[in-house]
Each structure stands twice: as structure tokens, then as C-alpha cells.
């Protein structure tokens, strides 16, 4: 794709409009009769997520892979072309001079930045690597959208309720909880 959005915050600030889009798959052709069938992995959520400034903001690519392979997530700069980086790529979190932490569970996928200090467009890439039995077969790599808004409404509630509970698989547990 020829261009991004303009005013992307860590995309060749302030102009990301003229840095271009790609995303790419590799795949492998496996040996149906030895190695069994290959599917790449869907991804069940949009790449595109809203967050709030001072706010927690979680996203999960909700990859499912129907052979049952194994995944593996990590952080990778957005891609201009394939095997080029956009240029002056910078993490949301180091947008602004104020502390956020942002990270990547390898294993979920779950994207946690905590917590966005500046509203504004974001671009991060997750490459998703698809293992079976212990080999890399695929890869394929999410360029998502983050949009971080000030002022917003809907926050996130406070629980309240309970404490660990330790139960015998099969038992029923009964507890009241309240949200504020």
C-alpha cells in the first residue's frame, strides 16, 4: 500500500503519510502424506484497537490455528516494503518523555502498553511464528492501528470481590463481587 495514515506519532513523525504499508506471510508447503496439512493462523480481532490516555491499554490478536500448531508472538518494527523498516520507528512508549511500559507476552499475544501518556495514532507490528513439532514453519506479521483518545468515558471497573480460593476440580464455588 503506498502510504499510511498522516500524523502517525512514531512513524517517521510527522511524516508517516509517505512511508508505505507492508505486511507479509511466509508459508510452508508441507508433505501432506508425512507432515500433515498447513493452514496459516486466522487472526480473530481487527487490527485496529482504541485506548485511552492514562488508561491501561491491553490488546490480543486472538490468533487461532486450526492444525493446532503452536504459536510464538514478538514485537518487530512495521515493514515499508518487504524486509525494510519504516524509517524513524519508535515504540509508543517512547513517544513522550513520561514513563509507560509496553510489552509483548510471547506466549498470549496479549499486547499491554500501561498506560498511554499522549492521544494520537500508533502503529505496532507482532510477528506471529507458527511452530510444529518444534520447527518454525510459518511466520506472518500484524501491522496494527492504535488509536489513543483523550477524555474518555468508558473506564475500565474496580472490582471488588473476594479472595484466592483454593477448589477440588468438580466443586461449585459460590462469591459476590462488585464493580464500581
Known amino acids: 500500500?503506498?502510504?499510511?495514515?498522516?500524523?502517525?506519532?512514531?512513524?517517521?513523525p510527522?511524516?508517516?503519510?509517505?512511508?508505505?504499508?507492508?505486511?507479509s506471510t511466509t508459508f510452508s508447503f508441507l508433505s501432506a502424506q508425512l507432515q500433515g496439512v498447513n493452514n496459516t493462523p486466522v487472526l480473530l480481532q481487527p487490527p485496529i484497537d482504541f485506548g485511552c490516555v492514562g488508561e491501561p491499554f491491553i490488546h490480543n490478536?486472538?490468533?487461532?490455528?486450526?492444525?493446532?500448531?503452536?504459536?510464538?508472538?514478538?514485537?518487530t518494527e512495521p515493514r515499508a516494503a518487504p524486509g525494510v523498516k519504516v524509517p524513524n520507528y519508535i515504540y509508543p512508549n517512547n513517544v513522550t518523555t513520561?514513563?509507560?511500559?509496553?510489552?509483548?507476552n510471547d506466549r498470549t499475544g496479549e499486547l499491554i502498553w500501561n498506560a498511554p501518556?499522549?492521544?494520537g495514532e500508533y502503529n505496532v507490528a507482532?510477528?506471529?511464528?507458527?511452530?510444529?513439532q518444534g520447527f518454525a514453519i510459518d511466520t506472518l506479521i500484524r501491522d496494527m492501528q492504535i488509536l489513543?483518545?483523550?477524555n474518555c468515558k468508558?473506564?475500565?471497573?474496580?472490582?471488588?470481590?473476594?479472595?484466592?480460593?483454593?477448589?477440588?476440580?468438580?466443586q461449585v464455588v459460590e462469591f459476590k463481587v462488585t464493580a464500581t
Do not use: T, W
Open 117 to 119: 501518556q499522549r492521544a
Open 126 to 132: 507482532i510477528m506471529i511464528i507458527e511452530f510444529r
Open 148 to 150: 489513543i483518545k483523550d
Open 61 to 75: 490478536p486472538n490468533a487461532f490455528d486450526i492444525d493446532g500448531d503452536s504459536l510464538y508472538y514478538q514485537l
Open 14 to 23: 510527522p511524516f508517516s503519510d509517505n512511508v508505505p504499508f507492508s505486511i
Open 98 to 104: 513520561q514513563f509507560s511500559s509496553f510489552g509483548l
Open 154 to 170: 468508558n473506564k475500565a471497573p474496580v472490582l471488588d470481590g473476594g479472595k484466592d480460593i483454593c477448589v477440588v476440580a468438580g
Open 1 to 12: 500500500d503506498p502510504n499510511r495514515n498522516a500524523g502517525v506519532l512514531n512513524v517517521n
